[in-house]
């Protein structure tokens, strides 16, 4: 179950690679996908210095949070927040801490990608 949730999250970035592939379906155990998506989720190269992957903050050992109080973004910005952890994302009706208007994981992806209050992977403009 869980590995199926954590599947659909990096799923996301599978879809922007391939936008023009159709929408993956909201949970996968396909373990070729979940295999793929791990790969992704652990790529620097999706930040804007080549510094920090989503797993940098979401790290499987410890619950897909980084055991910080508070986030540390690729540049080294802080965030007033505390990583959520990724159990289970697919399939909450919002995500993030107060984020009501985040209510998929296609629209979510767009802030750890190209936030800049605060920056986290920093990609915007690469
Ligand atoms: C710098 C650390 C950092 C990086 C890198 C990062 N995140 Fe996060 N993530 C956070 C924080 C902090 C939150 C909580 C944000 C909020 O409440 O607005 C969060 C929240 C989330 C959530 C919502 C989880 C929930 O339980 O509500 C998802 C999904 C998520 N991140 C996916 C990703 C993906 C996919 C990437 C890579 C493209 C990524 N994150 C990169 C720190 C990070």
Known sequence: MMVAAIGAAWL????LVCASAPPPPAMSSDRALVD???ALSAEPALSGNGTQSCASCHQGARAFTDGRPTALGSTGEANTLN???LVNAGELPALG??????TSLEAQIAVP???THPVELGAGGH
């Open 113 to 115: 990608l190209f936030g």
């Open 97 to 102: 801490w107060a984020r009501p208007d985040l």
């Open 36 to 38: 793929l998506g791990a």
């Open 83 to 85: 990583t959520a952890s």
């Open 12 to 15: 996301l970035l599978l879809v």
